[in-house]
């Protein structure tokens, strides 16, 4: 230890006592000459019994000096840190006066000594400075004033005092005894002062101060400050400690058990688990960025302990990646003619839709790649989409899985969420792919026009990276954050309407139209398939429940009116549950279900010929609609009152075909007369009424333009619309009939509907291609160019200068 004036710690060494002659109450003469010791970093107050280490040879002479010539010497701290003081600039001015009661020679030269502090006192000036530094000083005793304030000072000053004692483990509690004991203001901020572990400058500042009430202020806000720093120490401290605690509690506890369970031999169960998950990553087949991945998160959890959160989510990753399917695959089967086979014995008719199917397969056969290939089934409900594509999963001896993202708005729900969500997951893609347990299944995406998006993102923005053949390569699901290959997954897309669907998605697939089934193609599909099943599903044999044509005809005409085959098929089983309630009963064994049989089970039909009901007077006509759920027929009737030429329209129509109703009435007053349609100055005396009935239900469009024209020049000549007829196409102001969309559904609409003559645009005729056979030929159309040849066309007692189709 280097020598330093101020040392606190007292080796033993040999002894040897000076006189412990006091130096209280020294007079003014004995103060102008007193040797000065200086203290570095050591400020000693009166009344306080204070250990020095001497080791300066200047200062040790002055110990010798004052122990032979039993004088006082001045205790004053030094202003320097390190050189020995040699002028009054070096030392502070205020200091005390001090005795030295004990000495001890240390074996190094140095000396520790024991010295009593008495009196304060101010250095005057310097009287010598060799061998050391010798001062004139004068008494600077304290300015006392006994009011409540310093007695209130005193005792907060001895509460907070005691509170740091109760913090500090280096204060004895003893201490708190001797403050109790001490009576006078001074002395106690003295012993306080001397005891506490301040700066030099700011103990040096507190002995300055010789009036008691100030030295008892500056020292309550230092107590205050030291004790809060105190406190806010022990509560860290605590903190720590008690962190401490439970780890070492914890570890403990788990080594106890880890010794049981060793005992017993079960083993450590995070051991095995991590075992097991290391035994699976060796086993599983994995891509080479995968494997690299799982690998740096198995060791991350080895490293961690069971108990910490983040423990169970890398668990969570490291079993979805090794349960994803991402080199396991089915073999294709490519025959094409156990396609054909399959198609045709899942599905009635969709001749166009199962070519498509057959070329697609052909081409993968040949190019040993089903890669860029995106189909969307875009038709009305019940027309068999979805099960076209479990007949394809099927045909190719692949997994089907099937998503259904209607009213889906979560952008997470198609590419998961980050890992960093609690209860994160992947997305419905890759978590079906789980499912299915391949990487090459057929991947139904149901309802996909009705995706919708909101804050929370856009869906049907994160499925153009699924379906896109460009990139599904290197598909990455958040969750995973890993490129996951689309590439060798058939999707298969299902829609009702295209329009709800983004450009740019509709862009990357391939459309398939599914039109509405036909009469006879309903007829077909129930009595090799509706019936059968529900036969099952009721319990009921083969020969327990049969049904003739005119029955199943019976049910399609008049309890159901619909593209698809959804509401036939429960119609059918509507006879069935009453059929197995009597063979349930005993009072039923057989029975051959007829007209008046189905008629009896289902109660009142649901929809009658309409057309041939309506169509009775002037101003009604049979329009044709396109609807998501296929076609429909509507009617539009036209009526006129005394007024002055006014047009209403009603029927919730939108703009568009408000505007078909006011350019129907302009043609029909342009070329009514010519036509001999109407009277001259009809429309002058008479207001306007149209009409759709079906109020409650939206429509708009321009296919009904030449229905109004036919309503109104119906109304204006007083000629009825023939009840058979129907019709669809836009007009213009000059009298010209254009094309319109949506043929096939509205033509199947009118042969439901009962009629047998409709009227179309002439441009439309290449659409009749796309028709049934036996439509065609039940049918006979009629193609237009002009308003006019509609017109007379539909009206009774009309020739009709269209020209006839009815083939």
Known sequence: MSPADVETTVPVADVSEADPSGAAGLDAEA????????????????????????????????????VEADKPIALVAGRLQEDEAASADDVYHVGVVGSIQKLIRVPDGTLRILAQATERIRLERIVQTDPYLVGHFVAEPDTDSETREVEALARNVEALFAKIIGLLPYLPDELRVAISSIDAPGSLANMVAATLRLPTDEKQALLEEANVETRLRRLTVILSRELEIFELGSKIQAEVQESMDTSQREYFLRQQLKAIQEELGEGDEQQAELAELRARLEETELPEHAEKQARRELDRLTSLPAASPEYSVIRTYLEWILELPWLDTTEDNLDLKHAQHVLD????????????????????????????QILCLVGPPGVGKTSLGQSVARALGREFIRISVGGVRDEAEIRGHRRTYVGAMPGTVIRALRDAGTA?????????????????????????????????????????????????VLFICTANQLEPIPAPLRDRMEMLQLSGYTEEEKLGIAKRYLVPRQLERHGLESGQLTFTEKALRVIIREYTREAGVRNLERQIAGVARKVARGVAEGTTKQVRAGEAAVREALGRATFRAEPRKRATVPGVATGLAWTPAGGDILFVEA????????????????DVMRESAEAALSWARSRGPELGLVAEGWFEKHDLHIHVPAGAVPKDGPSAGITMAAAIASLTSGRNVAKNVAM????????????????????????????????????????????????????????????????????TQGGGRGRSRAA
């Open 728 to 795: 669809t196409g836009e007009l213009t102001l000059t009298g010209q009939v254009l094309p319109v969309g949506g043929i096939k559904e509205k033509v199947l609409a009118a042969q439901r509907a009962g009629v047998s003559r409709v009227v179309l645009p002439h441009e439309n005729e290449g659409d009749l291609e796309d028709l049934p056979p036996d439509v065609r030929d039940a049918l006979t159309f009629v193609l237009v160019d002009r308003v006019g040849e509609a017109v007379e066309a539909v009206l």
């Open 31 to 66: 103060l102008e000459s007193l040797a000065i010791l200086p203290l570095r970093e050591t400020v000693v107050f009166p009344d306080s019994l204070t250990p020095l280490a001497i080791g300066q040879p200047r200062s040790i002479q002055l110990v010798d000096d004052a």
């Open 440 to 488: 090459n299944p057929v991947f139904m995406i149901d309802e996909i026009d009705k995706m919708g998006s909101d804050f929370r993102g856009d869906p049907s923005s994160a499925m153009l990276e699924v379906l896109d053949p460009a990139q599904h390569s290197t598909y990455r699901d958040h969750y995973l954050d890993l490129p996951f290959d689309l590439s060798r």
């Open 639 to 654: 009526t006129g009152m005394s007024g002055k030429g006014r047009l209403t329209v009603t029927g919730q129509l939108g």
């Open 345 to 372: 014995e899942d599905h009635y008719d969709l001749e166009k839709v199962k070519e498509r199917v057959i070329e697609f397969l052909a081409v993968s056969k040949l190019t040993e790649s089903m890669e860029g």
